[in-house]
Every structure is written in structure tokens, then in C-alpha cells.
């Protein structure tokens, strides 16, 4: 069984900064992409940043520039790293991972989800 948790959010002036983290435990051959995605109220879900296992990343156009995504893999960990926060940014952000459990075995696993709010 794998877990994927969550933490870092809160609450923050526009301008400000936070930074999440996401950190997989279980039993883990490894962990290929990992990637952060976040759902605002009456919204769908958006891809925010993605991380492949050897540190290539997107990012969403909305978010370029302000966020940056980074991982550890040592501690099966992966940041989102979120500056110049604005109002819009409020949402409840989730991690989600591919991770292979065994050499012929990938599962996609997601968080429960942390709540970031920025006031205006």
C-alpha cells in the first residue's frame, strides 16, 4: 500500500509565498512522473506542475514564472515551491504519482489534498 501526504497549505496575503510538500510512503520500487494539480470551487481539477524522475518539468502557463517544482527522490518527496501568490490561486492542491511497486508493476496513486488560500 502507498500514501501520498500532503502539507504546506494555508493561508496567505496575494504576494506571498508557500511551499508544499508531498511525501509517498509504502513500499516503493521507485516513482517515475510526479505531478501537482489543483481543483478551485465550481472548477475541474488542472494540471499545475509535472515532474519527470529525472527533473524535467512543465508547468502550467498560469503559474509559469511563480511556481517551481523540484523533488527529492532520496526521500520520495516532491515541492511545489509557490511565489507571488494571487487570489486565484486558492484551491485545494493534490499530489498525484506514478509509482512502480515492482520492475513490471505501475500504480497512480493521489494525496487527499491540501487547502491553499490567498486573500486579496
Known amino acids: 500500500q502507498v500514501q501520498l501526504v500532503e502539507s504546506g497549505g494555508g493561508l496567505v496575503q496575494a504576494g506571498g509565498s508557500l511551499r508544499l510538500s508531498c511525501a509517498a510512503s509504502?513500499?516503493?520500487?521507485?516513482?517515475?512522473?510526479m505531478t501537482w494539480y489543483r481543483q478551485a470551487p465550481g472548477k475541474q481539477r488542472e494540471l499545475v506542475a509535472r515532474?519527470?524522475?529525472?527533473?524535467?518539468?512543465n508547468y502550467a502557463d498560469s503559474v509559469k514564472g511563480r511556481f517551481t517544482i523540484s523533488r527529492d527522490n532520496a526521500k520520495s518527496t516532491v515541492y511545489l515551491q509557490m511565489n507571488s501568490l494571487k487570489p486565484e490561486d486558492t484551491a485545494v492542491y493534490y499530489c498525484?504519482?506514478?509509482?512502480?511497486?515492482?520492475?513490471?508493476?505501475?500504480?497512480?496513486?493521489w494525496g487527499q489534498g491540501t487547502q491553499v488560500t490567498v486573500s486579496s
Open positions: 498525484n504519482a506514478d509509482v512502480r511497486l515492482s520492475p513490471v508493476r505501475i500504480t497512480n496513486y
Open positions: 509504502g513500499t516503493i520500487f521507485s516513482i517515475n512522473t
Open positions: 515532474i519527470t524522475s529525472v527533473g524535467s518539468t
